[in-house]
């Protein structure tokens, strides 16, 4: 069923910024982009989601390698222990020493799953062909991996969940733009502007479609 996403504010990237705007899915293809009044005029019995905020090409998380490879998502069971954030540093390599695969894989799962709360639907690359289990998990995800000309080394500071962390704009952040004909991957964020995704305020992810599915939605 086609489907139409509409929020107060639709930023395109490498486009102009469209008020009351909305972006009509179509399986995982973005099939209409513009005002909601033409949009949904175009396609009368589309299904239409309303959002507050902004909607955004979905975010690309430049150091998943590290987040999945270098930090602990503790279980939910494990809150009274671990506590709900990431682990890293010496927590993470305490852990890591008597860690089997199976806790392995259910943290990097646990980590995919977060990155979707985030807004993030890419991945920066490559995942090496040495870690075939950390290849498949994401292959599962469904995020998509978006290999970098040259790898992608390991920074310096504490890596986020939260792709607007590191500092860049929109335009730096998100996977690339939404174009009619391009695959649907959006991102929702529950603020005013595009001044409230950077700094340290809130920025509330409401929702993240990944290929046309709505895979993140806040309660």
Known sequence: MLTIHAAPLVLPVGAAAVADGAVAVDGDRIAALGPYEEVAAAHPAARVRRWPGLLTPGLRQDRARELLTRCYHPDPREADELGELPLQGEEFERLAATMDATRRAGSVRRGLQRMLRHGTTHLAGPFGADDPALRTAVARSGLVVQVAPSPVSVREGVPDLDPFAAGGDLAR?????????????????????????????????????????????AR
């Open 173 to 217: 952040t998100a996977h690339g733009p939404l174009t009619v004909g391009g695959r649907a991957d959006l991102a929702v964020f529950d603020v005013p502007d595009e001044a409230a995704l950077y700094g340290g305020g809130p920025r509330p992810c409401v929702a993240t479609v990944l290929a046309g599915r709505l895979v993140h939605r």
